[in-house]
């Protein structure tokens, strides 16, 4: 094995850093550029959520790179969604039947920062900031960028780049560009945009609402939500229609129309949450992408990991932990084939690419299954049995949420076919009133059980 | 209504000049601008397929502005596949188990031709050669064409501009460049490509094999496929990957390798074939690709049609079929919101984008069932019970390839959901050994009916 070789990673966003951190691991000599200034030194939003939902695949990669316990201490354990209904009612509802499977809130410039210092750490790994990549030769695997500081433009040659800048990833852009090989492509986006408000701490630091549940006021059409963040505050997101509905983001334009707005669909939240109109106002409207293309690698020279190769929205709370994932699976990859990194990216995108597609698709389903189906009977009745199954069987029994959030050692894609099954036996059983929530739970599993697999069988048999 | 309203169509081939003709007929002033000579005058091949599949979507349109009977004449019918084993052996198997159902081989420049010059019979249009569109200001209603003749440049002002230019619509990449709106879009490449071939006439202008087929070879991972022209040839479709398996096109680079290739896989292809090197290597090996994109219009500016808005794979034989039922329902839309085009596109494109979503599916299906499916035995018996059932009951069964192509009358998104139930039902009753291609007709259709109802409401129920 060439051993030293020089990594240059493009970003140093959570993907990026933890990338760097695991291949200096490894003892290549690693180059991160990185855009933005220092988020150690500077404060900067950027636009991107301010928290996120970190679970069992996000924590296999802190595992792997020896940080998991300075990492819980960053984290918030969110056991369950409180759902908010109009009229200020709450409930519950657990993400799992078994008490120690819950997703945690953390802060994305806290871990980022963790995640940076711990790359800093080892004398192989050197970080720029405010150098922002304007394009990448992949042909010549060497990188055109821009240092915001002096104004002036260099090129860094590598044995190989590694594109970890996100959804808007230049090297993507170049690969698109370039037509130099078949490039498959595609950036959809959602009729719905997100704005990032908050709920502020009291005055003595305290929660305003329960901390250790991610709140949700489900509205049919439109959300919001909030995650809490150390510091007593939450971070809430409102998910709304650029131009459907009575209120859209194209027509709360005034004060009093957001306020309006948050009175009539929101009142319970707009109680604590004075500074609503400020927070509206300030924050930018962001849009809702999933990108997803192929290959995500030129020969051994170029490869695309984390946003920047698969884009996703965040219904499913995996974004960051898909990211994670990559890098575990990548360095698995690497342990196998380290000297050749052609294979070493065929093989990766190969055992990877159909997991990374399956999650943005759940992502998506999630969309409308916290919009249209948390309100209709059938769809709690399903939710229910599940909880139950997951208490009574905790061995036996994995509903599609915890498939793809606490059970890190099978794939999303194997979570989605086998949680998508799961959830159609359910739905079926139900129609047909071949089970009720009021059966013997054994019954219910075993039945459940039975037509998840016919349901698994027939879709083999048709080719799905 | 304001009348005598100027539209700019970019591209005159099958789909722009169905449309021309038909915004004539209706009274519109019509300009469009070709890149390409006058297909009436030049030979251009341009590496597009020599010869499509035309079947009753198209045929719609055809009705529509009256060509139907000229159509015809250039039409030559094919009733089924004639498939093609490595010994030679033949089989027939046909499209429909309704005698009056086939779909038709039909020259791309013939019909082309038909339409440009039924079109300029209209006084109110105005065909441009050699001007090539460059780009398009869709804020300004203005695109800028090169000409290719005097070499210069000028702008184009219209009331609205429809853009039919193709899988490389030069509209759709300003919408993509222009950044002013969120557009979805995504462009999908098989590992696969193709290329173009023949089988040349008899000395007395004879066909060589069966005239009234669409013959194909199947061979797993790739294909032959080769469809009649009027003068007594067939265009032949070599359907190979890149990269792939012992022989593919990144290996097939010598007269001897092909050779090698055709004698071990299609001898009777081969005997027949004489000049099989020569089109090999001179005649370009074509990508397959599928594009979506969202939205199609800007405000009521702009607006994509026919491939520009959703280019296919070939394996349907709808791509064709699709453009020109796109006229027919933007016909239709119009008629409905005439003097309001941004209505009109907003309308065409909200009842247009879920069918074309579908067949861009549906057409993916299929080159994974041509190349997986057909050979399997299971699929066998389904393929002869659905003949059996189209024969016995005509009115009252309708397979998924009948539904997608002899049913004009449904959307191919229904044609889809209930096409694929059914194909689902089958296979159940099938490998559950409920049904038996021995069993009585009625019997089995009463089964396949309720079976496909289940389906198609338990699907309903879990929101699929």
Chains 1, 2 share one sequence.
């Not at 636009?47 to 998991?68: H, Q, T, W």
């Not at 009175?263 to 400020?278: G, H, R, S, T, Y």
């Not at 299954?369 to 009574?392: C, P, S, W």
Request: proline share 3%; hydrophobic share 35%; net charge neutral.
């Amino acid at each position: 094995m060439k051993q030293k070789e020089n990594i240059l990673i493009i970003g140093a966003g959570l993907c990026g850093s933890l990338l760097a951190l695991r291949l200096a691991q490894r003892g290549y000599n690693v180059t991160i550029y990185e855009m933005r200034p220092d988020l150690r030194k500077t404060d900067i939003s950027s636009g991107r959520s301010i928290n996120l939902a970190f679970s069992d695949r996000g924590n296999k990669a802190m595992k792997l790179v020896g940080l998991e316990d300075k990492v819980k201490s960053l984290c918030i354990p969110m056991h369950g969604r409180m759902i908010h209904d109009k009229q200020g009612n709450t409930l519950i509802s657990n993400y799992s039947g078994r008490d120690y499977e819950f997703i945690n809130s953390v802060s994305r410039g806290e871990l980022n920062a963790l995640l940076l210092s711990e790359a800093e750490k080892h004398e192989n790994v050197t970080i720029y900031f405010n150098k922002k990549c304007k394009s990448v030769n992949f042909e010549k695997t060497t990188a055109l960028f821009k240092d915001y500081e002096s104004k002036t433009e260099f090129v860094e040659d590598a044995d190989c780049i590694i594109a970890t800048d996100g959804a808007g990833s230049v090297l993507r852009k170049s690969y698109y560009l370039g037509k130099k090989f078949l490039f498959s492509f595609s950036q959809n986006y959602l009729t719905h945009g997100y704005k990032e408000l908050s709920i502020l701490p009291t005055q003595t630091g305290d929660y305003k609402t329960y901390k250790n549940a991610l709140h949700i006021w489900p509205r049919g059409d439109f959300m919001l939500i909030a995650l809490p963040n150390l510091d007593g505050s939450f971070t809430v997101t409102l998910f709304l229609s650029y131009t459907q509905g009575k209120f859209n983001f194209n027509n709360l334009t005034t004060p009093e129309i957001v306020t309006e707005f948050f009175n009539q669909e929101f009142p319970d939240a707009l109680k604590i949450m004075p500074n609503l109109v400020d927070d509206f106002f300030k924050n930018p409207t962001g849009t809702l992408g999933t990108i997803k293309c192929s290959p995500w690698h030129f020969k051994g020279n170029t490869l695309l990991m984390g946003d920047a190769a698969h884009a996703i929205v965040p219904f499913y709370g995996q974004g960051m932990n898909a990211s994670f994932e990559d890098v575990v699976e990548f360095d698995a990859i690497l342990e196998k084939h380290k000297g050749n990194w052609e294979t070493v990216f065929v093989e990766y995108e190969k055992t990877r690419k159909k997991d990374t597609d399956a999650i943005a698709d759940l992502a998506i389903d999630n969309f409308h299954e916290m919009r249209d189906h948390v309100g209709q009977a059938i769809f709690q009745e399903k939710r229910k049995i599940e909880i139950t199954l997951e208490k009574e069987f905790p061995k036996e029994y994995a509903s599609k949420y915890s498939l793809v959030t606490f059970n890190e050692n099978i794939g999303y894609e194997e979570a989605m076919l086998k949680g998508r099954a799961q959830d159609k036996a359910i739905l079926n059983l139900l129609s047909n009133k071949l089970i009720s929530t009021n059966d013997n739970t054994s019954t219910i599993l075993d039945k459940v059980k039975k037509e998840t697999e016919v349901i698994l069988n027939e879709n083999r048999i048709a080719g799905l």
